[in-house]
């Protein structure tokens, strides 16, 4: 068992009516997930101002730089936190899911879709937390682990629900909308404009003047974000090897992956990774 889960809980779950009923620096261990029951509350997360009300869902990823708390009086919720290298040991193929959770890196509150998905949070915090605490069980670690990963799954679940409504919604906006979203959805394979463009029935040309009026950055540099996103993804799941990754990302060599990675992080795939540790 290494150091940061000695430290700390892996599993907490309690009842939350204030910024004070949060443990010491859950920012930085804990992965957060919150259920609002009632009232609301206002933060900043990243540097955007936010809110959270009644009936919503909130995730933060451990490490997520979080400030201006505030709680209406009559604020109360679930929580449930999961130490972050406990959480990150036990995540499925994140494959799965991987448009889901980079969208919840940007856009951490969820809104659930009634009574089912609320009554599915609150049941999958309580069966993480009954494994965690029944320490008798003979097979305590490898049946919270179980649970660990079924939960994430459930997890996962509700935040492609969501991220599906919101693509939806984004599928009849303008022009510059449409590129947004195709570029979420196909860079991973997909890096250059007139594929974009093609989609869109416009010229290359076009496209990049739509977005420098929208956004004053150009198409590539758009497609080079969400790309470089999912290239440190994938990089940080050390279940892949850098060839699969360059597979995955329909490169025709490991060689050709390796200098477009120097190109958009500065280094090469294995010197990212040995600088994770």
């Known amino acids: 068992m290494n150091s940061s889960v000695e430290n700390f809980p892996r599993i ?43 009936g919503e869902f909130l995730f933060w990823f ?31 193929d994140q494959n799965l899911s991987i448009d889901a959770i980079l969208h919840s890196r940007k856009y951490p509150v969820k809104h ?30 490898e ?13 996962w679940h509700t935040f492609t629900n969501e991220y599906e409504r ?14 947004m979203h195709l570029v979420q959805l196909h860079c991973l394979k997909e890096r250059k404009v007139e594929f974009y463009a ?12 739509i977005c420098k009026k929208n956004s004053d950055i150009t198409a ?19 279940s892949l090897n850098i060839s699969e990754i360059a597979d995955e990302m329909d490169f025709s060599s490991r060689s050709f992956f390796t200098r477009y990675v120097k190109k958009i992080l500065g280094v090469t795939p294995s010197e990212y990774r040995n600088r994770l540790g």
């Open 198 to 209: 093609n989609q869109l029935l416009i010229s290359p040309k076009y496209l990049n003047f």
């Open 12 to 54: 907490i779950m309690r009842y939350l009516n204030s910024f004070d009923d949060f443990p010491n620096d859950f920012q930085n261990n804990y992965h957060t997930h919150l259920l609002c029951q009632r009232g609301h509350f206002n933060f900043s997360f990243n540097g955007t101002k936010m809110n959270c009300k009644n």
């Open 112 to 141: 659930l879709n009634g009574k089912d998905d609320k009554d599915r949070i609150l049941t999958n915090f309580q069966f993480l937390y009954s494994k965690y605490q029944d320490k008798e069980h003979r097979f305590y670690e």
């Open 143 to 155: 049946v919270l682990k179980l649970q660990m990963r079924l939960f994430i799954l459930e997890m």
């Open 166 to 179: 919101k693509k939806r919604s984004v599928q009849s906006g303008t022009l510059y909308e449409k590129f």
């Open 62 to 92: 451990a490490g997520s730089k979080l400030s201006d708390f505030k709680f209406s009086k009559d604020f109360n919720s679930s929580v449930l936190l999961v130490e972050k290298q406990f959480l990150n040991d036990n995540v499925p």
């Open 220 to 238: 590539s540099e758009w497609i080079q974000r969400f790309t470089k996103e999912r290239v440190i993804f994938l990089l940080e799941n050390k």
